[in-house]
């Protein structure tokens, strides 16, 4: 894999690693073969898992298709891991050690929510990309606000790093999203509770597609 540093839009897909491992791999696979910006594990660990091997299955399946992988909170398990970055749900209050402790070469993401000032403590810490949640009404998100609009709006005003949206965003209802500039959405069960998670990766990326070619066109 040639070592990504920048994040690319387009589909972010979160994995549950409390999925049967089996129906994982075999989902996750089908879903590579379509075009996907980022994937990240979801810290939602069964007790009995060893988790340092399932990421790096992960990794070594993600890379081979040239995807970055996040680890989700557990930045102590990137030394241990082919991981390319971190999402934290929250600004870590010892985040410069944290990035002193990692590779230069680690990424970085944080969730957002209506407060602003997590979106400027981003941008000035350089991080790679921000996302917010939670957009929609979702049962995976149920931890989240729903985040209005008009803070999406400012987010861009604030900063021009990659913005992601996520939470309850299904194909059908990304349309809503038009008004909004943002480059990719996140999702979990849209793709990995499919019954045909190719099929609906491929409905995902045809709706982000025609959002930014109405964009550009405006």
């Not at 879903?31 to 790096?56: C, G, H, R, T, Y």
């Not at 996302?131 to 803070?151: D, R």
């Amino acid at each position: 894999m040639t070592k990504i540093t920048k994040i690319r839009g387009g589909l972010y897909l979160v994995l549950d690693p409390s999925m049967n491992r089996n129906e994982l791999f075999k989902k996750l696979n089908e879903v590579l073969e379509e075009e996907i910006a980022v994937v990240q594990i979801w810290d939602n660990f069964p007790p009995s898992v060893n988790k340092v091997e399932l990421e790096n299955e992960i990794c070594d399946l993600c890379h081979s298709r040239n995807v970055p992988v996040f680890l989700n909170n557990n930045w102590h398990l990137k030394k241990s891991t082919r991981a390319d970055g971190i999402h934290f749900d929250v600004i870590p209050e010892n985040f410069s050690e944290i990035k002193d402790e990692l590779k230069a070469d680690c990424m970085f993401g944080v969730t957002c929510n209506n407060d602003l000032s997590v979106i400027k403590w981003a941008h000035e810490n350089n991080l790679d990309y921000i996302s917010f949640c939670s957009i929609f009404p979702s049962q995976t998100s149920n931890s989240c606000e729903l985040v209005s609009f008009e803070t999406i709006k400012k987010a861009r005003e604030i900063t021009s790093m990659p913005i992601f949206l996520a939470g309850g965003i299904q194909y059908q209802n990304i349309k809503e999203l038009e008004s909004l500039e943002f480059e990719g959405v996140a999702v979990v069960s849209g793709i990995m509770s499919s019954e045909n998670p190719k099929q609906a990766t491929r409905e995902y990326l045809s709706e982000l597609k025609r959002i930014k070619n109405e964009n550009s066109d405006n």
